[in-house]
């Protein structure tokens, strides 16, 4: 069982940065990969990236100039980086993490999100 808490999200202008936590506990995290998602209202849920325990890592190529995914493994916790923030990028964003590096929303487990609002 994993447990995943998200903080980080607010308000932001358009073309200013946000960094994103997912902190996590439970046995075995480091089985897992971590993914982040996001969904803006009437839209489906959008993958954003995943990392693994080695740091490896995929980013949707529409946001991996502008998004970067890292973590700290002494405290378990999984960042995402967003610079040049768009008002489209205004969304529920989501961490989750499963066994399987998946770029679709099959995950095990799920944290309860975080709301970014970019502003023009």
């Known amino acids: 069982q994993v447990q995943l808490v998200e903080s980080g999200g607010g308000l932001v202008q358009a073309g200013g940065s946000l960094r994103l936590s997912c902190a996590a506990s439970g046995r075995d995290f480091a089985a897992y990969f971590t993914a982040w998602f996001r969904q803006a209202p009437g839209k489906e849920r959008e993958f954003v990236g995943f990392?693994?325990?080695?740091?490896?890592?995929t980013i949707s190529d529409s946001m991996k100039s502008r998004f970067t995914i890292s973590r700290d493994n002494a405290k378990n916790t999984v960042y995402l980086q967003m610079n040049s923030l768009k008002p489209e990028d205004t969304a529920v964003y989501y961490c989750?993490?499963?066994?399987?590096?998946?770029?679709?929303?099959?995950?095990?487990?799920w944290g309860q999100g975080t709301q970014v609002t970019v502003s023009s």
């Open positions: 989750a993490a499963g066994r399987r590096a998946l770029q679709d929303p099959r995950y095990d487990y």
């Open positions: 990392i693994g325990w080695s740091g490896s890592h």
